[in-house]
């Protein structure tokens, strides 16, 4: 007795169960990159700057985007699913090339719906492009101002604790200091988003009774000596501290002496650094928290 098979060609059988292999490995695929509801906050891995991926179900917000074209797509390319080409917010933090640098390659690439960045005079060839490209693209943009407040949904907000208006003069730098301070919050968890702001803007959020205590800090300007004072720090009360930073890096980040207050305040196993650990990513439900480091 003849069976099914003898009647259909071998190639058609072939391209069935190839066909059939695609499917699975695309379900599969889906299924492993499927949203949940917790959010997952992934400080980026691009050498000597800043880079943060805030994910919850399909949103993402970007802020900044460090030095290097490269290093930020390849890192989103990890993160974000590859049909996945839009970013719901980009934000940039303060103008200077380690923090827009990437962020121009992501305006290029992905369908950006909303910007938020700091209106600070500088000039720069990468940040004038960044300019050019906002406004030929028609995104829409806000400027950040202290008491701003973005709600993410599903109790996830964002903050903005600086710059403040009028903005600071006369300090160490302005570029930095009038660099944008972020909270993220949900539930009881939070993250404290320092930038490159230095000192004195850390008392003045002291002095102004900004909201800083939180779980995470991202440390202020890379670790450098400049920032993360121990006032600063016993308000903030973190319990786990992350620096981005490049690997053997010309300014000597981190400084010891913050390594040093850090460790008194968090523990020295709590301390990540980028150029040791690569990107590390903190997955919460907003009581309790993950963290995965990926390298």
Not at 40 to 56: E, H, M, N, P, W
Not at 264 to 278: A, L, Q, V, W
Request: glycine residues 10%; negative net charge; contains cysteine.
């Amino acid at each position: 007795m003849n069976k099914l098979s003898d009647f259909i060609p071998k190639t058609y059988i072939k391209w069935v169960l190839l066909s059939l292999a695609v499917v699975a490995m695309l379900l599969w695929l889906f299924g492993v990159t499927a949203p949940d509801d917790k959010l997952r906050v992934s400080f980026l891995d691009v050498g000597q700057g800043d880079a943060i991926l805030i994910q919850r179900g399909n949103q993402q917000v970007l802020i900044d985007g460090g030095p290097s074209p490269q290093a930020i797509g390849l890192e989103l390319g990890k993160k974000m699913p590859f049909w996945d080409r839009t970013i719901e917010m980009v934000v940039l933090t303060h103008p200077s090339a380690d923090h827009v640098t990437g962020l121009v390659e992501v305006l290029n690439r992905y369908n950006v719906e909303q910007v938020l960045y700091s209106d600070l005079a500088y000039v720069s060839g990468i940040y004038n492009e960044w300019l050019r490209l906002v406004g030929q693209k028609g995104n829409r943009c806000s400027f950040a101002r202290a008491g701003q407040q973005i709600d993410l949904g599903g109790g996830v907000l964002l903050e903005v604790l600086n710059p403040p208006r009028p903005l600071l003069t006369g300090t160490e730098s302005d570029i930095d200091n009038n660099g944008m301070v972020l909270r993220l919050s949900m539930d009881e968890i939070s993250f404290l988003l320092t930038a490159d702001t230095m000192w004195e803007v850390e008392l003045e959020l002291i002095h102004g009774r900004a909201k800083l205590n939180s779980t995470v800090l991202k440390v202020g300007h890379h670790g450098s000596a400049t920032s993360t004072t121990p006032q600063f720090l016993a308000v903030v009360n973190p319990r786990i501290a992350v620096i981005s930073v490049g690997a053997d890096n010309e300014y000597g980040h981190p400084a010891d002496k913050v390594i040093t207050s850090l460790a008194e305040k968090t523990g020295m196993g709590n301390i990540y650094r980028t150029s040791d650990d690569g990107t590390i990513e903190f997955i919460t439900d907003g009581e309790r928290m993950w963290i995965k480091k990926e390298k």
